[in-house]
Structures are given as C-alpha cells and as structure tokens.
C-alpha cells in the first residue's frame, strides 16, 4: 500500500509539472523562455514589464526563480528515478544545472541576464533589484543567493574557484558592511536583517549558509560561526 501511495503520489508530481509547464508555453511567458534558454530574463532598471502574470510587487525575482527551478528540476529527477523514468531523469538532471547559466565567473556571483544573454551592468549586489530585491532576487540580495545551490555545493566550490576561493567568498560575506546606514539598509531590505556582515540570520534563504564550510574542507569554521550565531542571536535573555 505505502508503495503504491508513493508511486501515485510522484507520477502525480512530473504529471502535474508536464501539464503546468505545456498550459503556461504563451509567447510572452517566462516558462517558455527558460525552457528554451536556461533561465528567467531580467528587466533592467526601470524598464516596462511586459509579461502580464508577474505580480507588479513580488517582480519577476529572475535569479532566485531561475535557481528555485533548477533546484525543483533536480527534486522532480529524484522522483523519476523513484518511478523508473530514465528519459525524465536524465531531462531533469541536465535541466538542475541552470544556475549555471547566470553565474557570472568574473564576480562568482550569480548575476541576472537580460533575454539577449547579457549580464546587466551595472550592478550592486548589495541594492541592485528595488524593495526586496525582488526584481532579481526575492527578499534577500544578491549575496544570499549566492549561496542558492543546495542540490549541488561541490559544483559551486568548482565554480568559485576550489575550496580555498571557496571559503574566502563564505568569509566575505559575514564580513561585508551593509553598504549604507542601518535604517537605509533596512528600508530597502526590511527582511534581510539579523545581519552578521552580509549574512542574515533572520531570513530562511540563508539559514543554510553557515554550515558550507564543510563542503570546503573547513568544517572547524562551521563550528566556530555556528558557536558564533547561537551565542549572538538565540542567547536565553531578552534579545535572544
């Protein structure tokens, strides 16, 4: 019974993922064009959104959907793997590598694109994308989703560089200023608090962020962050 419910169940899943994506294949729609070209488009600055299914306050949050897909993509080739699906396995997996379609090599950022394939410039990934930095990102910026590949960390350890560039950029990020006073910061990023440099312990895009030191050879910096974190932001008194 448990294993017929769990084959339901999943063949339920990639059904409902192949009919979601054929219903939504309009000319202008962002689905259409990340199945053709890897990822989700970015308006720059100031220009007229022209997809009428974008929330005109959520934005199109381009990077953060584009790595959430791949993420998906690679849940939905586990799930074929489960049922036997070879063919949507191996769909699924080249389709989870998508992040890498808008990481940009020069910066190790990942880095929106316009829907000609170029990166938008210029750019902070500090305060690019407007309240919430949701016109790229979503809530947090772009340093939190720089760590938004949690299906395939060693990929992006080989991407940065190797271990040691690796654990560099980890370190930079709790100690990046925030770039403006508080209360500017704030007022643009009124979910991205909890700072610890740019880190944000307040926000779940990047609870996960601290523990990458193990995928690095450097779990003792895991250890001693994590020590860190708890004594600062979860101590028993009032400000915990």
């Known amino acids: 019974m448990f294993i017929e419910l769990r084959e339901l169940l999943c063949s339920g899943a990639i059904r409902r993922h192949q009919l979601g994506a054929k219903d939504l294949l309009t000319p202008t729609s962002k689905i259409c064009f990340y199945k053709e070209k890897g990822y989700i488009p970015s308006l720059a600055s100031g220009e007229q ?3 009428p299914e974008v929330n005109s306050f959520e934005k199109r949050q381009s990077v953060a959907v584009t790595l959430g897909t791949a993420y998906d993509q690679w849940c939905l080739s586990r799930i074929a793997s489960a049922l036997g699906l070879e063919k949507e396995v191996d769909h699924y997996v080249s389709c989870s590598y998508n992040y890498r379609n808008l990481f940009n090599p020069q910066t190790s950022f990942f880095h929106p694109k316009d829907k000609d394939g170029r990166f938008l410039e210029p750019f902070d990934y500090r305060f690019s994308g ?8 979503g809530e947090n910026n772009g340093w939190i989703y720089r760590w938004d590949v949690q299906h395939n960390f060693g990929d992006l350890v080989n991407m940065m560089g190797g271990a040691s ?3 560099k950029n980890l ?4 100690s990046e200023w925030l770039g403006k006073p508080k209360y500017e910061f704030y007022a643009q990023l009124p979910d991205h608090t909890g700072n610890v440099g740019q880190f944000s312990m307040a926000n779940e ?4 962020i601290p523990y ?3 995928y690095a050879q450097a779990p003792w910096k895991t250890q001693q962050r994590i020590r860190s974190l708890v ?3 979860f101590r028993n008194d009032l400000m915990g």
């Open 49 to 51: 959104e022209t997809v």
């Open 130 to 137: 407007g309240l919430g930095a949701r016109e790229y990102y």
């Open 165 to 167: 560039a690796f654990v």
């Open 171 to 174: 370190d930079a990020t709790f």
């Open 205 to 208: 895009p990047s609870l996960h």
């Open 212 to 214: 990458l030191y193990n």
């Open 231 to 233: 004594h600062q932001w």
